[in-house]
């Protein structure tokens, strides 16, 4: 089956640093979805994007957080400025189109983020 | 807003045993349900889905009914295996829009021996 792949798997950084977590979703898929999950919290939306923009974005999905499609391939979440609070696994999903026929989302096995 | 609400673990079983973890909802309309699993190391992989009233979702040997009247999903399996443990997530979708998931904690499920 195809994959989504995330890198890394675990990124450390200090609060206050940029951070790039990176995306490959299935080649022919158009929607793309970054989630998040708070340690012993649920799965949070973060944003979703199609044709090269956001297409919605959550409370969570403030300033500090862009999206990016940058050549066709890979999808990228970055966050500006790490605080503390943002350490958490980051989920990457693609699927290929919408409508009750093209439901299943494709999750990558995430980017474990370590703020410190 | 729409949420889900499911059982806390983790669930601990002994193999053959039979498993149910609880999964209710809250939705403004008829969202479509799921059953995602999580395996150590792996992403989350869709196990089932249901997307009308009274429809069962069933994969591996895992079902789950949609139920309106209880606002519910359960999912059930008549014999787990040591395979199977791993971290389960309960999660709606509207049928509009572009049909983000609402997850719910998830539940850890260990099976021994």
């Known amino acids: 089956e195809p994959e989504v792949t995330q890198t890394p798997s675990h990124q450390v950084t200090q609060m206050g640093q940029e951070v790039i977590l990176r995306c490959v979703p299935i080649?022919?898929?158009?929607?793309f979805y970054w989630y998040r999950q708070i340690l012993g919290q649920k799965v949070e939306f973060l944003v979703s994007?199609?044709?090269?923009?956001?297409?919605?974005k959550s409370e969570i999905f403030d300033d500090q957080f862009s999206v990016e499609r940058p050549d066709g391939s890979n999808f990228t979440l970055k966050i500006r400025s790490t605080k503390l609070e943002d350490s958490a696994m980051y989920f990457c999903?693609?699927?290929?189109?919408?409508?009750?026929?093209?439901?299943?989302?494709?999750f990558g096995s995430g980017t474990q983020l370590s703020v410190l | 807003g729409n949420s889900v609400t499911q059982m806390e673990g983790p669930v601990t079983l002994s193999e053959e045993a039979f498993l149910t973890i609880n999964c209710t909802y809250t939705?403004?309309?008829?969202?479509?349900l799921f059953w995602y699993v999580q395996y150590p190391g792996e992403g989350l992989q869709l196990l089932l889905k249901?997307?009308?009233?009274?429809d069962k979702g069933s994969n591996k040997g895992f079902e789950a009914t949609y139920r309106k009247e209880t606002t519910s999903f359960h999912l059930e399996k008549g014999s787990v295996q040591v395979s199977d443990s791993a971290v389960y997530f309960c999660?709606?979708?509207?049928?509009?829009?572009?049909?983000?998931?609402?997850f719910g904690t998830g539940t850890r499920l260990l099976v021994s021996p």
């Open positions: 999903a693609s699927r290929q189109g919408t409508g009750r026929t093209n439901e299943k989302l494709f």
């Open positions: 939705a403004t309309g008829y969202p479509s």
């Open positions: 249901a997307t009308k009233a009274d």
């Open positions: 994007f199609y044709n090269n923009e956001i297409s919605e």
């Open positions: 999660a709606l979708s509207m049928n509009t829009g572009f049909q983000k998931l609402v």
């Open positions: 080649s022919n898929h158009l929607y």
